[in-house]
Nanobody, 121 residues
Framework: QVKLVESGGGLVQAGGSLRLSCLAS????????MGWFRQAPGKEREFVAA????????YYADSVKGRFTISRDNAKNTVYLQMNSLKPEDTAVYYC??????????????WGQGTQVTVSS
């Protein structure tokens, strides 16, 4: 079965950086677009970034554009989220997700368990 395992979360001061990783198994990784989402306490889950199967197309939420970078290594079945200039409002549980189809379509069928990111002021 498909399994997505996130890692790299933690506690960081505002202005700091973290790199999240998501290791995928049970699927042909290079056939899937990958996305990062986050959910803060009391809020709905929101889109953060997405990358096409080849890495040739990338989308970001406006709130993270210029600070976060999504990338993937198909040889390692891993997608990354480099987060720089972190702000307290970036505090959330971060989830990676895998889906088929065009990067512009919000269909993700497989989700990880999430990793907590906490940014202190």
């Amino acid at each position: 079965q498909v399994k997505l395992v996130e890692s790299g979360g933690g506690l960081v001061q505002a202005g700091g950086s973290l790199r999240l990783s998501c290791l995928a198994s049970g699927l042909v990784f290079s056939n899937y677009k990958m996305g990062w989402f986050r959910q803060a306490p009391g809020k709905e889950r929101e889109f953060v970034a997405a990358i096409s199967w080849s890495g040739g197309s990338i989308y970001y939420a406006d709130s993270v554009k210029g600070r976060f970078t999504i990338s993937r290594d198909n040889a390692k079945n891993t997608v990354y989220l480099q987060m720089n200039s972190l702000k307290p409002e970036d505090t959330a549980v971060y989830y990676c997700a895998a889906g088929r189809g065009h990067i512009a379509t919000p269909n993700y069928n497989n989700w990880g368990q999430g990793t907590q990111v906490t940014v202190s002021s």
